[in-house]
């Protein structure tokens, strides 16, 4: 779905405004009913933000927002509690970092294979398939991590201090597969948007297919790219249940590691708000500030992500 | 002469040259190619290697037992643990999810389709603001639903808070896919709709609706699909409790499979792990038929037009 998402900002068809309207009974009421509908969405993000701001206001009266940033050490769960995201939101760096270097290129080759070399019906061939990829529940993958790739790189890890069950690195991995359908869909689609004639150009100066993908078409459809790598990085930090099944729950101390279990932003989220944790408790509002930090992280991505669509659209529509 | 001008139009090159240099591209060429298709081939071999995987750990209970039987608290009885509970209930929430994000969200996408006016900022604003809300982390609407539809309207961990969630999850993929759908619609169906007196809802009821089913049904499947997936919500709203009774209401606890495979797969016992592929299989089987059931729609639409 992630292709379509960006693609909304066409201009609305002019001929609408031609019909009769207020003439017969209920049309102007359709009109407002449809409007209520599509204010849903407004009303839901307003609600995200209602339910963020007060409980992370209400926990930053009982922890400063100095010891939340720079703590290394994140116990809500335990007698002694402390309250620095600093464990989190490394661990979501990691596990972000290492599944966006696998993502990437995958899905990058994926995308100029099919915008560039395969033929029609090879492609009406393997998109279906990226899109099964694509609607794996994230469950599956976290379990396929954990019992099949985990157990895998254990047998044929190299060093001597094996990968402990739940680590990072094969939560990343799973997440890296994850996310290539969103990477490769996209930067497709930027791809198929450069015009025509600049491929003709580049063939007619007699350059081969590889260098008209890699000198022309992906230069120029560069900006929708890097507006697909940003939306995968936002999907990836924003993915809970890979790294809650597989990526492990430690969280007292800042872990660069990945082949060592840690939690992250969203494992502890999800974590945390499975036991019924009493409400008004500092433990239960943190649920709420390391969601608010999710939220800004990712709304901010997703903005980049938009305005870097907007530009190349702007320039070949 | 005529050797001379055929030379001058190729612009020669002395053979061997011209065969090394040329060479030298394909090889790269064909290099790259083989690098582009590896790329597929990993994705594709990944899939691969989960579906076989999740078939052969769980072929010793794809039968009966798993939608007949309710899931056993007792390790003993491990044997005789199914998952009826959790498909009852993802069957529940998603028949709820779907009557309330599918009108709403195909009426939206006729309003911001069909009425709106975009010179007009809130017209605009609404727009941006459903783009956003489709790059939300799921779990950030487990939060809404926790802090807001749970807590402060009262609904509880129900049936009804889960399908609320995830019909506001899905919302702006049903609004989406239903938008490209009416785009598709020329323009020229609508004016000869007008030109025949009809107004503007008769014009979009009548002629625009029907003529974008297909892309709106697609929508519609790939959306229900994702809520049938997804889990990362719901942890926040109950579902993770131990459930051994079917729904029976809209205010009933409840589980649904994602969840319950999530269980599972926390429990230490072999038995468990196996059934948690078994049930990984049978929630990869409901998608499967949901995923082509989207492409035969889509497919079958493609040859009409």
Redesign the interface.
Known sequence: ??V??????????Q??R????G??A??RG??V???I??????L??V??I???V??TIDFFGDVSIVEFLTGDSWTPLFADKEYGVLPLLVATLVVTAIATLIAV??????A???AE?ARPKVRSA?K??????A??????????A???IGPLIRDYWPGGDKPSFQNLLIASIAMG?MI??TV?SLAEDAMTAVPRSLRQGAFALAS???QV??RVVFPAALSGIVAAIV?GI?RA?????IV??AGGLISDRVLFNPIEGSATM?AF??SA??GDLP?GTVEYKS??AV?AL??II??A???V??RLVRRFREVYE | MAIDTSRAETGYVHPSAAALKRRRIRLGDTLFRLALQFCLFVAFAFLASLIIYVLIAGWNRLDLRLVTNMPSGLASRADESGLQSALTGTLWVITLTALMCLPTGIAAAIYLEEYADNTRWYNRFLELNIQNLAGVPSIVFGILGLGIIARVFGLGFTIITAAIVLSLLVLPVVIIATREALRAVPPSIRLGSYALGATKWQTVRRQVLPAATSGTATGAILALSRAIGEAAPLILLGAVTFVRFNPEGISSRYTVLPIAIFNLIKSPQAELQELASAGIVLLLIILLLMNSIAIVIRNRAGKIR
């Open positions: 779905m992630s379509t998402e960006l693609g909304s900002r066409a201009p609305a068809p001929p609408m031609l019909g009769r309207r003439n017969r209920g049309e359709v009109e009913l449809l409007f509908a599509a204010t849903v969405g407004v839901t993000t609600g995200i209602i339910a963020l007060f409980p290129p995958l899905g990058l080759g994926a100029i294979y099919l070399y393997l279906p398939m990226l899109e099964v990829l609607g794996i529940p994230t469950v599956v993958y976290g379990f396929f954990l019992v099949a597969i290539v359908p490769a081969s297919r590889m993908a890699t939306l936002s930090i924003g993915e809970t249940m809650t099944i969203t989220i999800a708000g499975q409400l649920i709420f969601g999710l939220f990712t709304f991505l997703n903005i992500s938009f």
